[in-house]
């Protein structure tokens, strides 16, 4: 796992205007029902959308789901959208709002998975509506 953070991390450097940072994240893999924990807090059982990765900026670690393989250019892409917060974080980069936030993660991952042929929409069901609805300001 740590020679495909450095690989992934490289790739973002080269790709997108983020700091290095030396510092690497913690990664675990846990239960479907842990990330929803995390991400949802005591409302995750009322939350239709399962999450497959988590970022906590308080802890620096990187939750995928016990799932995850690494096997398919989906499955990295996760990791690329998840490491993208981890630069934003140790980097203390600020956003006008949580969705300004991961417009660059999903940028990368879109960048990524099109290195395979394929995208966010055809791996994830994320149709451009979805995107902007998940990137803009409310």
Not at 27 to 38: C, G, N, R, S
């Amino acid at each position: 796992m740590k020679v495909l953070v450095v690989l992934l991390l490289t790739w973002l450097w080269s790709n997108f205007d983020l700091p290095v940072r030396d510092d690497h994240p913690a990664i675990q893999l846990v239960p479907p029902e842990q990330l929803a924990m995390l991400r949802y807090g005591a409302i995750a059982g009322a939350n239709a959308s399962e999450p497959i990765a988590v970022y906590d900026d308080r802890t620096k670690t990187i939750y995928l789901s016990e799932n995850w393989t690494g096997a398919t250019a989906a499955d990295i892409s996760v990791l690329v959208h998840e490491l993208v917060h981890h630069l934003q974080n140790a980097s203390g980069l600020s956003y006008q709002c949580p969705g300004a936030r991961e417009a660059l993660a999903y940028e990368a991952q879109e960048k990524w998975l099109s290195l395979f042929g394929t995208n966010l929409l055809a791996q994830f069901d994320i149709d451009p509506m979805t995107l902007k609805l998940r990137t803009a300001c409310m």
